[in-house]
T-cell receptor
């Protein structure tokens, strides 16, 4: 099956800092999503981005499918950005394969 | 608002007492699935459904049942819950079962079996 590796596993930043989260994957895919799991456990859709670049406010994402990686950028971090960020790939009948996530803590 | 709704959000139950976690989506999606999330194991698929009356096992189906009598609903049934089913459960839906459509997740159900 698809292998998904996320880095870094943990990240602690001060409010206002910028960060880049990375997702490497083993096979070509036609579905890649980024999620934020907040401290209450909810999975929030951030981006559906099998290729190209998208932006939504302070967040943006880029997927380079030919090189099998995706990046999530968070600018001007806020404490509400804390949580775990997951990259997930594949979909189809077998469902999504999730990475282990990046645990982000934003300190005031 | 387009959404996937799970109920209940939190549940504490005793071993052996049958329970159902409901899941409903209002996006007319064909594909629905259930995942469980456990520390160190990540999210794993339990069951999925490609359309009404079509269901199949995922990676960890033991101890669970599902049904898909209507397109919008996909309940997860634990006939005889055991403590190893204590977990955070998510229902998800997407437009179709092919891999090129976005998946949407419910709010999660935190289940504790004592």
């Amino acid at each position: 099956g698809i292998q998904v590796e996320q880095s870094p596993p943990d990240l602690i930043l001060q409010e206002g800092a910028n960060s880049t989260l990375r997702c490497n994957f083993s096979d070509s895919v036609n579905n890649l999503q980024w999620f934020h799991q907040n401290p209450w456990g909810q999975l929030i859709n951030l981006f559906y981005i099998p290729s190209g670049t998208k932006q939504n406010g302070r967040l943006s994402a880029t997927t380079v499918a030919t090189e099998r990686y995706s990046l999530l950028y968070i600018s001007s971090s806020q404490t509400t950005d804390s949580g775990v960020y997951f990259c997930a790939l594949g979909g189809g009948a077998d469902g999504l394969t999730f990475g282990k996530g990046t645990h982000l803590i934003i300190q005031p | 608002e387009a959404q996937v709704t799970q109920n209940p959000r939190y549940l504490i139950t005793v071993t052996g007492k049958k329970l159902t976690v409901t899941c409903s989506q209002n996006m007319n999606h064909e594909y629905m699935s259930w995942y469980r999330q456990d520390p160190g194991l990540g999210l794993r698929q339990i069951y999925y459904s490609m359309n009404v009356e079509v269901t199949d096992k995922g990676d960890v189906p033991e101890g669970y049942k599902v049904s898909r009598k209507e397109k919008r609903n996909f309940p997860l049934i634990l006939e005889s819950p055991s403590p190893n089913q204590t977990s955070l459960y998510f229902c998800a839906s997407s437009l179709e079962h092919r891999g090129n459509t976005e998946a949407f997740f419910g709010q999660g159900t935190r289940l504790t079996v004592v």
